[in-house]
């Protein structure tokens, strides 16, 4: 079941090449890389592809794509393999014969189109695939529309679903998995040896779906490989597939490509930021002088994933930065979403500038924004009183930030200011925000205001900016 080896999975993709990375033989690999089994690759067509549609192809020798297959296998402990663009008749019989020469468990990807359009499989080699590749495979994942060509059932819903997937095991394979993008987002799955159908509910998710049929195929042979049931395969395939369509990025003028390892970056991004965010509360409290520009409120420091939307999306900490005997002490932890204060702040930032990921909210006296400007800090403000008091405090973002963003672009300045502050009133203490890249270089820009107090006379606390 293993690399002898290496003590992970090989599994070996049979398809073709799309140029514009979406789909095909770069959509198998990402999906292998992203559940950790070592993707090794047969090609059988290069096409000129890209996110509008496929605008030519290339069909490769047969024995090019059979030596491919033997240069693997000799060499690597092959269990699982699936198999996508099979152009040909010659093709779709190699890759039998191969299959059956290598002792292969097939997951069959029967691509007929291109989601951004093109025919990928000829008329007559979907006759070949139905008596020469599926006899010997044991599982086949359609989509509607393949299914409908497959079994000769014209599929309107789950019901009509299940007939074809039972009739296209008369062909001999083991397993139908009858995706259903195309019809209610549930999956159907039936399994012939024990006549057994699963529906394996979905939604409809807003993102590109280019290469999701070839994802999808690849993941079921991954985890197929790994040791999981045919229902359990068809469960975390659901989900990996919806992830990455919902992490797509627009890459062209047409249907976008999920993003594989949309999901395993965000988990990086979140990881790295929540190590940032704690690194830099932990250089403020680590600095005595910092106790000083403590607001009688409390001080936060935030951090927010790249792309962040949300304040779940902002590290924070649960709780604040208080003074104990004049000294900065932490009451709580860093975790996503744990201030809605500070974090709404950022996200008001990032809508401007999407590289300004960080704030910490400071003690406001002129001196302080006298050291700031001293410091060479960009510094813009807003009036509470130029709007309701619950308007920074609802919503996803903070309005008075946004507002005071937009009022210092207005001057012909740089969009996102480093200082942002307001007087007070309606309520509210005072308070001086600053803004940066990072937790660390917000954190590394207080303590230096911090330290610089000492030059400054105690009495000079009202000198104008």
């Known amino acids: 079941m293993v690399n002898i080896m290496s003590g992970i999975p090989v599994v070996m993709t049979i398809a073709g090449s799309d140029s514009g990375g979406g789909a095909g033989i770069e959509a198998d690999i990402k999906t292998f890389a992203a559940l950790g089994v070592h993707g090794s690759c047969a090609i059988t067509s290069v096409t000129a592809q890209n996110t509008t549609g496929v605008l030519s192809a290339y069909d490769l020798p047969p024995h090019v794509i059979s030596a491919q297959i033997n240069a693997v296998c000799s060499d690597m402990d092959v269990r ?17 014969k191969e299959a059956r020469s290598h002792r292969l468990s097939l997951v069959v990807d029967p691509v007929m189109a291109a989601e951004a359009g093109g025919d990928l499989l000829r008329k ?9 590749l599926l006899p010997f495979s044991k599982v086949v994942t359609p989509n509607v529309h393949e299914a409908c060509t497959l079994s000769g059932i014209d599929i309107k819903d789950v019901e009509d679903a299940k007939k074809a997937a039972k009739k296209i095991t008369e062909f001999g394979v083991e397993v139908v998995i009858v995706t259903g993008g195309h019809l209610d987002a549930s999956d159907v799955v039936y399994e012939a040896v024990s006549d057994k159908f699963t529906v394996v509910p979905g939604k409809f998710l807003e993102g590109g779906t280019h290469g999701s ?3 999808y195929a690849a993941c079921i042979a991954a985890f197929l490989s790994k040791g999981h049931s045919i229902i359990e395969a068809a469960t975390f395939a659901k989900s990996f597939v919806e992830k990455a369509i919902i992490s797509s990025v627009k890459v062209g003028h047409g249907v976008g490509p999920v993003n594989q390892l949309g999901s395993t970056l965000r988990d990086a991004h979140r990881f790295a930021t929540l190590q940032n965010t704690i690194s830099a509360a932990d250089l403020l409290v680590s600095c005595d002088d910092f106790g000083r520009l403590i607001p009688e409120v409390g001080c936060n420091i935030a951090m927010a994933i790249p792309s962040a939307t949300v304040v779940a999306d902002v590290a924070g900490i649960n709780g604040r930065i208080v003074r104990v005997r004049g000294r900065p002490y932490i009451a709580g932890g860093v975790e996503l979403g744990g201030s809605g204060h500070v974090g709404r702040m950022v996200l008001a930032a990032m809508e401007f500038d999407p590289c300004v990921r960080a704030a910490v909210n400071l003690r406001y006296s002129e001196k302080t924004l006298l050291i700031c400007k001293e410091l060479g800090l960009s510094i813009s403000s807003f009036d509470r009183a130029d709007e309701p008091a619950q308007a920074s405090t609802t919503g996803t973002v903070d309005r008075d930030v946004t507002c005071a963003i937009e009022k210092f672009g207005s ?49 000079d606390d009202h000198i104008g900016v």
Do not use: H
């Open 213 to 215: 049929g070839c994802t």
């Open 124 to 132: 007559d080699a979907v006759k070949a695939l139905k008596e020469e």
């Open 411 to 459: 001057a012909g300045l740089k969009k996102v200011p480093d200082i942002i502050y307001d007087t007070g009133g309606l309520g509210k203490e005072p308070m001086i925000r600053l803004f940066g890249k990072s937790a660390e270089e917000v954190a590394c820009q207080a303590v230096k205001i911090a330290r610089s107090y000492s030059s400054i006379n105690d009495t």
């Open 80 to 96: 699982w393999a699936k198999t996508g663009m099979l152009s040909s008749v010659e093709i779709v019989g190699l890759v039998a």
